[in-house]
């Protein structure tokens, strides 16, 4: 595992108490699960998700009656998935989403949901994410994945402040969460920084931090890494109602080899 993908590890392994209930009110309003439930049923086998973190798409579709597998880097959010008594169907293996080898495993679908493959940053490990899935699809499968449609309007600003963009109940009080963002354009890539606090007040008491890198990809540089690594037929949506690309705030991915 290379040193980006070690810190990614680290800082989820820090901040996994908070993920459920952090992103509870997002999840809500975000119709990925659905999305991804549909593709499940369509292609009625076997399934892989890389990063499946908590659970939060993934059991959704093993309670379906799907043999389900689920890849994560962060062996803390693989246990907070483990205390929610998934199905006897559903699998969880510890290991890279650009490294990993299940074997003589095919799998009907494979998707990598909520932007986890902007976690690649290297052009390289996204080419060996995309050989491993080639190889763990069946004939006829199906690889999908989403990740932000970027706004010119909000990279060209330099330096945003930190500022709130989270709060919610965890444990009976409520935490915040300080986020800062510092853009890399050269390298097509935001640098956050997070901050878990029990107050708004900056010198309240922080309850955990986070810092990692997202690479966003626009629509045409994802057809071409996707061709280059053997994928032919793709269709690309801006939403997950299947909607146009145009105007979209997510590039949502389908793609076969």
Do not use: W
Not at 90 to 116: K, N
Not at 157 to 163: C, F, G, L
Not at 229 to 247: C, K, M, N, T
């Amino acid at each position: 595992m290379d040193a980006s993908r070690s810190s990614l590890r680290d800082d989820y392994e820090t901040i996994a108490g908070f993920y459920d209930s952090g992103y509870a009110e997002l999840a809500a309003r975000r119709a990925d699960g659905e999305f991804y439930s549909q593709l499940a049923r369509e292609a009625q086998g076997p399934v892989l998700e890389l990063g499946c973190g908590t659970g939060r798409v993934l059991l959704e579709i093993a309670r379906l009656g799907f043999p389900c597998t689920g890849v994560d880097a962060s062996a803390r959010m693989l246990a907070e998935l483990r205390k929610k008594d998934p199905p006897r169907t559903l699998r969880l293996v510890h290991g890279s989403m650009q490294s990993f080898d299940l074997g003589e495993d095919r799998f009907r679908l494979i998707y990598a949901a909520f932007r986890s493959m902007q976690h690649l940053i290297e052009v390289e490990a996204q080419l060996a994410c995309l050989a491993c899935v080639r190889r763990h699809l069946a004939p006829g499968g199906v690889f999908a994945f989403d990740v932000f449609n970027p706004r010119f309007e909000v990279l060209a600003i330099d330096d945003p402040p930190e500022k709130v963009d989270l709060r919610f109940q965890h444990e009976g009080r409520e935490v915040v969460r300080h986020t800062q963002l510092r853009h890399d354009r050269a390298a097509q890539c935001i640098h956050l920084s997070m901050r878990y606090a029990a107050s708004e007040d900056a010198t309240g008491s922080i309850l955990g931090t986070a810092e990692f890198s997202m690479r966003y990809f626009f629509r045409f540089e994802l057809e071409h890494l996707l061709a280059r690594a053997g994928f032919r037929s793709l269709r690309f949506y801006g939403d997950f109602a299947r909607g146009s690309v145009e105007g979209g705030s997510d590039l949502i991915v389908v793609a076969q080899a």
